[in-house]
T-cell receptor, first 115, second 111 residues
Framework: DTAVSQTPKYLVTQMGNDKSIKCEQN?????MYWYKQDSKKFLKIMFS???????INETVPNRFSPKSPDKAHLNLHINSLELGDSAVYFC??????????????FGPGTRLLVL | GESVGLHLPTLSVQEGDNSIINCAYS??????FIWYKQESGKGPQFIID?????DKRQGQRVTVLLNKTVKHLSLQIAATQPGDSAVYFC??????????FGAGTILRVKS
């Protein structure tokens, strides 16, 4: 069974469109994250939710809106897509939000290409 | 492959040799450090971690060394295998806060 899964794996869309990426974890973890990995492989956190509550919100344009319907799911909706949004988006999860020694489990990534 | 065009530091080693990947971290208050491996087309995968009260930790074929004086972290891989080829990231955090990832190093293993 896949621990952290994301859909879709690939997403190609036009500038200005609105799209969503979904993430699910079956590990029973309380905390989930969204990361963005750019073309230089730089990996940066965007958001973190703990038990459906937002706990980390980095400097991300408000076109990006995460939603956590329950603690096993964290979706990312992006409005008015721009060329610079092209990246690989990774979902991750940890057992708890703030504990030393927590391993983050990453999903396989969603490759977004904005044309 | 995905590494074409990337301007990340690259370490090329012969199969069977030992590899050492280095990382300089930025926050002197960081107390937890992790190494991740990212294979082409996949998400980062946990390799080994270390807390700031230790200077060395060993796993299976891997050793992490921490030098807090110079804010330096290294990952040693013994008897490197072709399956070790990947991008390796170090990451740091300050007690339970967000992970901050380093830039990554490409490891290429020649058979």
């Amino acid at each position: 069974d896949t621990a952290v899964s994301q859909t879709p794996k690939y997403l190609v869309t036009q500038m200005g469109n609105d799209k969503s990426i979904k993430c699910e974890q079956n590990l029973g973890h309380d905390t989930m994250y969204w990361y963005k990995q750019d073309s230089k492989k730089f990996l940066k956190i965007m958001f973190s939710y703990n038990n459906k509550e937002l706990i980390i919100n980095e400097t991300v344009p408000n076109r990006f809106s995460p939603k956590s319907p329950d603690k096993a799911h964290l979706n990312l909706h992006i409005n008015s897509l721009e060329l610079g949004d092209s990246a690989v988006y990774f979902c991750a999860s940890t057992q708890t939000a703030a504990a030393l020694g927590e391993t983050q489990y990453f999903g396989p990534g969603t490759r977004l290409l904005v044309l | 492959g995905e590494s074409v065009g990337l301007h990340l530091p690259t370490l090329s080693v012969q199969e069977g040799d030992n590899s050492i990947i280095n990382c300089a971290y930025s926050n002197s208050a960081s107390d937890y450090f992790i190494w991740y491996k990212q294979e082409s087309g996949k998400g980062p995968q946990f390799i080994i971690d270390i807390r700031s009260n230790m200077d060395k930790r060993q796993g299976q074929r891997v050793t992490v060394l921490l030098n807090k004086t110079v804010k330096h972290l290294s990952l040693q891989i013994a008897a490197t295998q072709p399956g070790d080829s990947a991008v390796y990231f170090c990451a740091e955090s300050e007690y339970g806060n967000k992970l901050v990832f380093g830039a990554g190093t490409i490891l290429r293993v020649k058979s």
